[in-house]
Structure formats: structure tokens, C-alpha cells
């Protein structure tokens, strides 16, 4: 008489496939999030920069020409009256170039934003607004 013996568990062939399938969804997956997650972290960027564009419009209007302001440290700045305080904790945001025909914001991310990189707004009256990463 045969005796039916009952195996359970996996064996070792199985748990090499699923281990490398695992290694492929994570290696494809991985790259996939921390773009995600970037492109989060410039939309911060790109919300704070329309702020600016308010405040630069609403100061053209009564006055000859943008300004120039700095938003590093604390996100105040008298010239705009724009409050980027939230903003300011990831960014060092600056508008540079100022004059009658148009500016330049430069977002540049600092601490755990340094790996979302420089976002640059160039504002032209001609031209509006032209966003670059």
C-alpha cells in the first residue's frame, strides 16, 4: 500500500519568482512616486509665484513699474505686501529683474525641497507669464 504524504509550504522556486517579480513593480513604482512627489512639491512653488504675480500686478497698477522683492527667510516683504510665510519654510523665493515691461521669480527649493529643484517664472507684458523647471 502506497502512503499519500501531504506537502504544504512553497517551495524555493516559487519564492524566487515572487521576490523578483516584487523587485520589478518596486524598481518601476519607486521612480514613478518620488516624480509625483516632486511635481507636488513645484506646485507649491507655482501657487506661491501666482501670489507674486498678483502682488506685482496690483502694484503696477499704481505705479510706474514692477519691484524687486525678496521672499527668503521669513516670506514678508514690505515692497509687494504678499504674505509667502507658508511658502517661505521650503522656498527661497525671489523676484528679480523688474522693470516696466516685466519680471523674474525664482523659486529655488531649500531642506527636503532641494530634490524638487529651481522653478522660474518670466512675466512679460507682451508675453504673460512663461514657466520653466
Request: with cysteine.
Given at each position: 500500500?502506497?502512503?499519500?504524504?501531504?506537502?504544504?509550504?512553497?517551495?524555493?522556486?516559487?519564492?524566487?519568482?515572487?521576490?523578483?517579480?516584487?523587485?520589478?513593480?518596486?524598481?518601476?513604482?519607486?521612480?514613478?512616486?518620488?516624480?509625483?512627489?516632486?511635481?507636488?512639491?513645484?506646485?507649491?512653488?507655482?501657487?506661491?509665484?501666482?501670489?507674486?504675480?498678483?502682488?506685482?500686478?496690483?502694484?503696477?497698477?499704481?505705479?510706474?513699474?514692477?519691484?524687486?522683492?525678496?521672499?527668503?527667510?521669513?516670506?514678508?516683504?514690505?515692497a509687494l505686501n504678499c504674505d509667502l510665510q507658508e511658502a517661505?519654510?521650503?522656498?527661497?523665493?525671489?523676484?528679480?529683474?523688474?522693470?516696466?515691461?516685466g519680471y523674474t521669480v525664482t523659486a529655488t527649493g531649500i531642506?527636503?525641497?532641494?530634490?524638487?529643484?529651481?522653478?522660474?517664472?518670466?512675466?512679460?507684458?507682451?508675453?504673460?507669464?512663461?514657466?520653466?523647471?
Amino acid at each position: 500500500m502506497k502512503r499519500l504524504t501531504l506537502q504544504r509550504g512553497f517551495t524555493l522556486m516559487e519564492l524566487m519568482v515572487v521576490i523578483v517579480i516584487v523587485a520589478i513593480l518596486a524598481a518601476v513604482a519607486v521612480p514613478l512616486y518620488l516624480n509625483y512627489v516632486n511635481d507636488a512639491r513645484r506646485t507649491e512653488a507655482r501657487g506661491a509665484i501666482g501670489a507674486i504675480i498678483t502682488a506685482e500686478q496690483t502694484h503696477r497698477q499704481q505705479n510706474p513699474s514692477y519691484v524687486v522683492a525678496d521672499f527668503t527667510g521669513d516670506g514678508l516683504d514690505p515692497a509687494l505686501n504678499c504674505d509667502l510665510q507658508e511658502a517661505a519654510r521650503n522656498w527661497n523665493i525671489a523676484v528679480t529683474g523688474a522693470s516696466a515691461n516685466g519680471y523674474t521669480v525664482t523659486a529655488t527649493g531649500i531642506g527636503t525641497m532641494v530634490d524638487a529643484g529651481v522653478v522660474t517664472m518670466t512675466y512679460t507684458r507682451t508675453g504673460g507669464a512663461v514657466f520653466s523647471q
